[in-house]
């Protein structure tokens, strides 16, 4: 069973940086989207960065464009989202999601979720 575990949330202040990870496990080939999604209290799940693993430019949304980099290391079967320039409209709870075929923003796409890890930015 395909199995995605997130790490490297924590709590820092504006201006900060992060980077998440999340180790995929039992999912093979490169005909599949991953994706960062994350979570704000009271509101739903938005997509913020994804990459196709047969190689494609990776999309961002708007509201990251230019402070986060996601990226993947095949040999160790993990996904990154390095976080820069930490905003306090960043925080919530970030999951990395993955599907078999093109990349999509829309969460009902995706089949297979990490459990979650927690991001807080302070003022």
């Known amino acids: 069973q395909v199995q995605l575990v997130e790490s490297g949330g924590g709590s820092v202040q504006a201006g900060g940086s992060l980077r998440l990870s999340c180790v995929v496990s039992r999912y093979t080939g490169y005909n599949r989207c991953m994706v960062w999604f994350r979570q704000a209290p009271g509101k739903g799940r938005e997509g913020v960065a994804t990459?196709?693993?047969?190689?494609?430019?990776?999309y961002y949304a708007d509201s990251v464009k230019g402070r986060f980099t996601i990226s993947q290391d095949n040999a160790k079967n993990t996904l990154y989202l390095q976080m820069n320039s930490l905003k306090p409209e960043d925080t919530g709870t970030y999951y990395c999601?993955?599907?078999?075929?093109?990349?999509?923003?829309?969460?009902?796409?995706?089949?297979?979720w990490g459990q979650g890890t927690q991001v807080t930015v302070s003022s």
């Open positions: 990459i196709y693993l047969g190689g494609a430019i990776p």
């Open positions: 999601a993955a599907r078999s075929g093109d990349c999509s923003t829309t969460e009902r796409a995706y089949n297979y």
